[in-house]
């Protein structure tokens, strides 16, 4: 995934200079016209010449992108979307380890059989993190792995992806991935900064 454009779209009635991002599950368009659409929106895809159409539930998007680069995103788009597993990094022999249980039904769904409680196997760790007092629990069990921090989304969270971020940077980690998780939860990936 991960491509970007500068394009001229048709989206909604409206025509303008748009940023498209492609992200594993969404294509988010910035500038003249602003909207997020999620993977699973698009019904199907054509190129046209120079343009790129998009098929999704309730209209379609025409994206001027010029053929050569039009082939490249619908390339893009014809890759499956990768599961959240993938996402994490988690399967095909990498195990997690979790501190905790899990709460959120998708990312439990995720990781299922792909579980493992002995750390020292353990390619990555995962915790739900909802108050600060619970990374300083994770950091004091995982040691050197390096973990998924999930978040809830939102301004009402009470341990928001912000204030892990500002935690973890002072205490010397740097943010290597992150990710959705589900439609209320976000996760980080991070390690400690090598020296």
Same mark, same amino acid.
């Given at each position: ?62 994206? /001027? ?26 399967? /095909? ?36 993190? /909802? ?14 792995? /390096? ?49």
């Amino acid at each position: 995934m991960g491509r970007q454009a500068q394009a001229q779209i048709s989206f909604r009635g409206q025509k303008g200079q748009t940023r498209l991002l492609l992200e594993a599950d969404e294509l988010i368009c910035r500038g003249e016209i602003r909207a997020v659409i999620s993977r699973a929106a698009i019904l199907d895809f054509v190129v046209q010449g120079d343009d790129l159409i998009l098929a999704l539930q309730e209209d379609t998007l025409v994206a /001027s992108l010029g053929a050569k680069e039009a082939a490249l995103w619908a390339k893009a788009l014809a890759k499956p979307v990768p599961t959240l597993s993938e996402k994490l990094g988690i399967g /095909s022999g990498r195990k997690a380890f979790l501190v905790d249980a899990i709460k959120d039904q998708d990312l439990a769904a995720a990781l299922k059989g792909k579980v493992t409680q002995d750390i020292g196997n353990a390619a990555v760790a995962v915790a739900e993190l /909802s108050r600060r007092e619970d990374l300083v629990q994770v950091l004091s069990k995982i040691g050197r792995l /390096s973990f998924w921090g999930v978040t809830e989304k939102g301004k009402n969270s009470s341990f928001s992806d912000a204030d892990l971020r500002r935690e973890m940077r002072v205490l010397g980690y740097v943010d290597t991935k992150a990710c959705s998780v589900s439609t209320r939860m976000t996760a980080t990936r991070w390690q400690i900064r090598s020296a």
